[in-house]
C-alpha cells in the first residue's frame, strides 16, 4: 500500500514536500515514480521517477525545480516542489512496480497511491 501526503494550497514561487509511505510488501518493490493528473487531463503524467539503482529522471516541466528521493530505511519516497507554479496545480500520485527500470508511463505501474491535492495560487 502507498500512502501520499503533504499536499496543499501554496504561493507561486514556494515549496512542498510530498511523501509517499509504502507499506506490506514493500521488498517487491524496485522502482517508484510521481505522476500528477492536473485539471482538464484525464490522463496521469510522469513527472519523477527513480529506477532501482537510484536513477532519476523528470519531465522537462519540473526539471530543476522538482527532485525525487527516497529514504529505505523508512520506506518512503519523496518529492521536494521548488519554484512552484499555477499549472503545478494537480493531483499528486506515487506509483510502484517490481520492475527494476522506472518509466514516465503510468501504464508501468502495479501499485499506486490515492493521490494527494496540490493547488499552487
Known amino acids: 500500500q502507498l500512502v501520499e501526503s503533504g499536499g496543499g494550497l501554496v504561493q507561486p514561487g514556494g515549496s512542498l514536500n510530498l511523501s509517499c509511505a509504502a507499506t506490506g510488501k514493500t521488498n517487491v518493490l524496485n522502482c517508484m515514480g510521481w505522476f500528477r493528473r492536473t485539471p482538464g487531463k484525464a490522463a496521469r503524467e510522469g513527472i519523477a521517477?527513480?529506477?532501482?539503482?537510484?536513477?532519476?529522471r523528470y519531465a522537462e516541466s519540473v526539471k530543476g525545480r522538482f527532485t525525487i528521493s527516497q529514504d529505505n530505511a523508512k520506506n518512503t519516497l519523496y518529492l521536494q516542489m521548488n519554484s512552484l507554479k499555477p499549472e503545478d496545480t494537480g493531483v499528486y500520485y506515487c506509483a510502484a512496480d517490481e520492475t527494476t527500470i522506472a518509466t514516465m508511463w503510468p501504464g508501468g505501474y502495479n501499485y499506486w497511491g490515492q493521490g494527494t491535492q496540490v493547488t499552487v495560487s
Open positions: 521517477v527513480m529506477d532501482s539503482d537510484g536513477t532519476t
